[in-house]
């Protein structure tokens, strides 16, 4: 599996950004997908995770409320909707796909198969 994503940009504090994920094989409904976000000089951390289907989500209590993450299996792709963004939300965002995806190791980033090539968001005050 490939992954490409895109749709980040420079927005202000307050505004919203819509990352997509475009995944390549026919395989992608079997993989959950994460979002994961790394800024400068700190750790690569968990946004959101996202089941096969769509059915189970989850976020990180720093995004709660403010991202949703979605899928469309038809199209291969896997979304990260940031509204109310703010400052601290400034860093690389990464899409992941996980063939073995659970919820007990979904913001385990070690642990996905295929990554991304991130895609910068800055969030200016």
């Known amino acids: 599996v490939q992954l490409q994503a895109s749709g980040g940009g420079l927005v202000q504090a307050g505004g919203s950004l819509r990352l997509s994920c475009a995944a390549s094989?026919?395989?992608?409904?079997?993989?959950?997908m994460g979002w994961f976000r790394q800024a400068p000089g700190q750790e690569r951390e968990f946004v959101a995770a996202?089941?096969?289907?769509?059915?189970?989500?989850y976020y990180a209590d720093s995004v709660k409320g403010r991202f949703t993450i979605s899928r469309d299996n038809a199209k291969n792709t896997v979304y990260l909707q940031m509204n109310s963004l703010k400052p601290d939300d400034t860093a690389v965002y990464y899409c992941a796909a996980d063939s073995q995806w659970s919820i007990v190791t979904m913001a385990r980033s070690g642990l996905y198969d295929y990554w991304g090539q991130g895609t910068q968001v800055t969030v200016s005050s």
């Open positions: 996202i089941s096969w289907s769509g059915g189970s989500k």
């Open positions: 094989g026919r395989t992608f409904s079997s993989y959950g």
